[in-house]
């Protein structure tokens, strides 16, 4: 169900991207302009920008994606930002990403790296959270969290993974959650056959950044291997009632391919609260073969596969960190 449910990401991925693309012009050394290849951002998929905002204390934006051009306005830590376009400035290195962008004075070009593409909160704690999705060198991996505290007027802690992109960033429901301040689920999309999908959740708890858990999930592309793995992660309702939604996703609790809750039903002996419990599954699937190695078919020329592993782990949130359930 996974595997297919992967497919399904390559095939959305495959069907959006025809972009409309338009062109702004950077300077050369030399003094002669560079093109530089702007799209819209049509594809909120993988660009789901939530409140985005400037980072830094003053972001110039210039009338052309190119430092040397004319300042059009200064802009202050926080304000908000209207991106209309993107783009890659591949003719320096390291590679320079940015964003076009409406202000007051008309249309202008700030620097990615100075815009936090997600902006969230804890209000009554004061707390303040930029996610930074895109760095100077582009093409690599990574994002990043700061917390900013209202009360003292600074950053005081940042969470930074080289290992997976923002594609992907929302806020989990912490509600009832032990000493929990914010929780925050990561993924990035490798829409291409044989990528996958790799995700994140990061925890702001007891006024640090951990991360919570990993999973992943990908296929190869020439035979039916493939690996999964999934977390459930308590949800209190309004009612008051708890349930272990996978990813702790609400909006996508229902699976329109099987028709079922994305849930997972609590141990009937369970013997602590059921918001401390997470649960975690790893299953794996190989291609059958025969002595020499060569892959088995079935009658409508798929690959005989079987389950080479399918486990179930629980943990326990004690406030602090994960515990392993034995």
Partial sequence: MNSYILSLHYIFFCAVLSLLCLNAFAQNTDGTQRTISLH????EYYENMSDPLVISDSAIIYSRPDT???????????KSLKIVREGFDENIRPIRKWYEVDVESGKGYIKAVE????????????????????????????????????????????????????????????????????????????????GGIFESFVVDANGHFSELMATSEYGDDGSADSYSSSVWLPVKFANNNILLVQNGDVAHIFNEVSGKLNTH???????????????????????????NGEPLLNKDGSYKSKVAKDKTKFFRWNGAKLVPVK
């Avoid at 819209?40 to 594809?43: F, G, K, R």
């Avoid at 040397?68 to 926080?78: A, E």
């Avoid at 141990?267 to 419990?277: N, V």
């Fill in 115 to 194: 815009v936090a593409t997600h902006f969230f909160c804890n209000v009554p704690r004061k707390l303040d959270y930029f996610v930074v999705t895109d760095f100077i060198n582009a093409q690599d991996d990574g994002f990043a969290i700061y917390k900013y505290e209202e009360n003292k007027e600074q950053f005081t802690d940042t969470f930074k993974s080289d290992r997976i992109r923002g594609d992907i960033v929302v806020e989990v429901n912490y509600a009832g959650w032990k000493n929990v301040d914010l929780i925050f689920h990561a993924k990035k999309i490798d829409a291409y056959c044989g």
């Fill in 265 to 291: 039903s609590f141990p009937k002996e369970l013997t602590f609260p059921k918001m401390e419990l997470i649960v975690f599954n790893e299953r794996q699937i190989v291609t059958i073969t025969d002595k």
């Fill in 68 to 78: 040397s051009s004319d300042v059009v306005i200064t802009l202050p830590f926080k």
């Fill in 40 to 43: 819209y951002l049509q594809n």
